[in-house]
């Protein structure tokens, strides 16, 4: 019915930039709160930024002044811009969306915690 599909990710060195785009596809009424996870091996998966439908925004401590997340509501498409790139930021990026509400069967329904496939950015020293 719904799915979010990542695109941008890829091979940069030190100090270099990526921009992650993220769009969610089907009928989509509307998105409360789309955000960036990431996961590295053997780690857990964590939070990156998120950002609310009225543009708030939170990010972790580790990427905050570096990266910014924005979205266009109209197109349903949320966006990473990673700048100042550290070996460390090497992780599989995904996509999550909450509170998405999409026209079902003669209503409008919900579903939460939609994820991405992933998309692998990977940082050179």
């Known amino acids: 019915q719904v799915q979010l599909v990542e695109s941008g990710g890829g091979l940069v060195q030190a100090g270099g930039s990526l921009r992650l785009s993220c769009a969610a596809s089907g009928r989509i009424f509307s998105i409360a709160t789309m955000g960036w996870y990431r996961q590295a091996p053997g780690n857990q998966r964590e939070l990156v930024a998120t950002?609310?439908?009225?543009?708030?925004?939170n990010y972790a401590g580790s990427v905050k002044g570096r990266f910014t997340i924005s979205r266009d509501n109209a197109k349903n498409t949320v966006y990473l811009q990673m700048n100042s790139l550290k070996p460390e930021d090497t992780s599989v990026y995904y996509c999550?969306?909450?509170?998405?509400?999409?026209?079902?069967?003669?209503?409008?329904?919900?579903?939460?915690?939609?994820w991405g496939q992933g998309t692998q950015v990977t940082v050179s020293s």
């Open positions: 999550n969306a909450q509170s998405l509400h999409y026209y079902g069967y003669l209503k409008v329904s919900e579903v939460n915690d939609v």
């Open positions: 950002i609310t439908s009225d543009a708030n925004t």
